[in-house]
């Protein structure tokens, strides 16, 4: 998915901040109600500020790549300003002393086998993935016993503008998998897909279909999940390694 791990393409210098003016800079859509930071700018620049007055070293860490380290200031609060990042999608964590947290200001997304703070940085110029006064689907979320697994398992499923006037139309249905370390829930709240596909069927770019957004990790019924050992592995695993 285009949106989705942008992060591997970052641009960052570690320990170079930027002096800028406040008003350059607007919240993020990532952000959590009421927060003004982080922020970005039109170049793609991004403003990180958290309070952590009793911390020693304050960090921004993008994933596989070098942290910025955050200049406290006087107020107790600690600021950095990153190099422009590369237009998408991009999960990030706060280093304090040592120890990964997420932002407080950022809503969290699942990525990379956990709940991780991010920043959307927006793309100049595109609208593609933005909310536009088109007719919307909908995004429903459902619940269904799988007797493969033995449990109840979780969907997201996008149906079209039209889905709810045209009870007898058929529509093709598209099933969207997410990548290893995401869920189901990615390819809407990271990926814009309602969206995308609100504005590709507005203008007539695609026809109307459904699209199923499902959890993609599944064992069959009964399945005990063997104990790993320090370095991930089961014992049978590392048995048939040697």
Not at 4 to 16: D, E, K, P, R
Not at 118 to 132: C, F, H, M
Not at 214 to 228: K, Q, T
Request: proline share 6%; glycine share 10%; with cysteine.
């Amino acid at each position: 998915m285009k949106r989705i791990g942008t992060a591997v393409c970052l641009f960052l210098l570690s320990s170079f901040c930027y002096a800028q003016s406040a008003g350059e800079f607007k919240s993020a859509s990532t952000n959590v109600w009421g927060s003004e930071y982080p922020r970005v700018d039109a170049t793609g620049r991004a403003e990180f500020r958290v309070k952590a007055p009793d911390a020693a070293k304050v960090q921004v860490d993008f994933w596989g790549n070098p942290k910025l380290d955050m200049v406290k200031q006087a107020d107790g609060f600690w600021t950095v300003t990153s190099a422009p990042l590369v237009p998408g999608f991009h999960y990030y964590t706060l280093v304090i002393d040592g120890a990964n947290v997420s932002d407080p200001s950022s809503h969290t997304f699942f990525g990379g086998s956990r709940d991780s703070s991010a920043i959307e940085i927006p793309e100049a110029g595109s609208t593609y993935y933005l909310p536009q006064d088109v007719p919307h689907g909908a995004v429903r979320e459902i619940w269904y016993f799988s007797k493969v697994t033995g449990n109840w398992r979780h969907a997201l499923v996008y149906t079209p503008p039209s889905y709810d006037t045209a009870a007898k139309t058929r529509y093709p249905v598209l099933y969207l998998q997410h990548g290893g370390g995401e869920d189901e829930t990615g390819w809407i709240k990271q990926g814009h897909a309602n969206f995308i596909l609100d504005n590709l069927i507005a203008s007539k770019s695609s026809k109307p279909m459904i699209i199923v957004m499902a959890f993609g990790y599944a064992h069959h019924a009964g399945y005990v999940e063997p104990e790993l050992t320090g370095n991930g592995f089961s014992p049978e695993r590392m048995k048939s390694m040697q």
